[in-house]
């Protein structure tokens, strides 16, 4: 017997950088959406008694790990461990997503292992085990506790802290994926530089302090964007929930949030009232402001999903985490499958999918 399970991919539909912290890790305020593309992920399991725990993991991509080094691997082993379980594990990964680019893939795969180990072992009716599995996502990796919520997911502090959020509607999705490889440590040291760039020449665009003045750049970079990433997060919440007063916002500050890079709007009501409201936030991703300087290339994939001024625009269009993938949302299937169609002629490779709601989510995840 195996359990096979879908391990769908995700999107930033928008992220919030502040500085870096005393602790080495950056806040942020990012919006998660779970996508309808997915890898596979096999799990065979069997208990053993008086035995150590053993686990093989294969896959049809020569580039994805088979040791110690890969989330599905690692998510397994510390949950056994966790459970004081041995058993006998056999993992396969078909992989039809990028190994990397931004979309969560690796994550992705560390939660549908463990979905299927529940399935093989009956996990599922271990005491306290719903509270424990997002304990062990979080030592896995910052955005695998995602995908144990699946849908439209607000992620806080370093993006392991997770909510469901009120859910946008259906939306067909273009996705980029070029082949450049872009570092996310890298990203986080140039978003450093600018920041502190930045407090040194007195601007806050980036990185507002609670603080008048404090004597050190380094404090300053340490709380840098608290309060603004407070203010997105609220911002989000409101455009989503439909409450202008959510949280003590102001119906200006709840339709004008300009502190994230990257505003397109395009119109009014085009995909859905939840697209729209989050189209009208100027909801974007600060990577774009580090990484687009290096890697221009993705900046003109930006602009060929965009397509603006054309019938066939897209709504919202954003880099993905660090990249290197790139997504626009859609009107509908002919117009994203019209940007796929101009990827091609540009030489980038791309796929179209739509976003996930958390219900589909988890009724899809068990192949059947």
């Not at 391990?7 to 998660?32: C, E, M, Q």
């Not at 993991?57 to 998510?75: F, I, Q």
């Not at 695998?144 to 439209?152: A, R, S």
């Amino acid at each position: 017997m195996s359990t096979t399970v879908r391990s769908h991919a995700k999107i930033n539909l928008g992220l919030g950088l502040g500085g870096p912290r005393a602790d080495g890790f950056h806040g942020l305020v990012t919006l998660y959406q779970t996508l309808a593309a997915h890898d596979l992920v096999t799990v065979s399991a069997r208990r053993l008694a008086g035995q150590a725990t053993t686990i093989r993991l294969t896959s049809n991509d020569g580039r994805v790990p088979t040791d110690e080094r890969n989330t599905a691997w690692k998510m397994v082993a510390l949950a056994l461990g966790s459970l004081g379980i041995a058993a006998e594990v056999a993992i396969h990964i078909e992989k039809r997503l990028p190994v990397q680019g931004g979309l969560g893939a690796g994550s992705a795969n560390a939660v549908a292992a463990l979905v299927g180990l529940e399935a093989e072992l009956a996990l599922e009716a271990m005491p306290g085990w719903s509270a424990e599995r997002l304990r062990l996502a979080e030592r896995v990796g910052s955005d695998v506790p995602l995908f144990l919520v699946g849908g439209t997911v607000l992620g806080l502090d370093r993006g392991q802290r997770v909510m469901p959020a009120e859910e946008i509607e259906p939306t067909w999705c273009a996705v980029a994926t070029p082949e450049i490889g872009v570092s996310t440590p890298q990203a986080f040291r140039d978003w450093d530089a600018l920041c502190a760039d930045e407090l040194r020449a007195g601007e806050s665009r980036t990185c507002e302090t609670r603080a008048a003045a404090r004597e050190t750049t380094q404090e300053l970079t340490e709380a840098a964007g608290e309060d603004r990433l407070e203010q997105l997060s609220r911002v989000l919440a409101s455009a989503l929930s439909g409450a202008a007063s959510f949280a003590g916002l102001d119906s200006q500050e709840a339709s004008g949030w300009t502190g994230s890079s990257g505003v397109f709007a395009v119109g009014e009501d085009l995909a859905g009232p939840k697209v729209s409201a989050l189209v009208r936030t100027g909801i974007g991703n600060d990577f774009e402001r580090v990484v687009f300087p290096q890697y221009p290339f993705l900046s003109e994939i930006k602009h060929v999903l965009l397509f603006p001024g054309q019938p066939e625009a897209a709504v919202y269009a954003s880099l993905s985490g660090s990249g290197s993938s790139l997504f626009g949302l859609y009107r509908g299937q002919r117009d994203a499958e019209a940007a796929r169609e101009r990827l091609r002629a540009a030489g980038v490779a791309g796929f179209v999918t739509r976003t996930l709601p958390r219900r589909d989510y988890w009724r899809e995840m068990l192949q059947k």
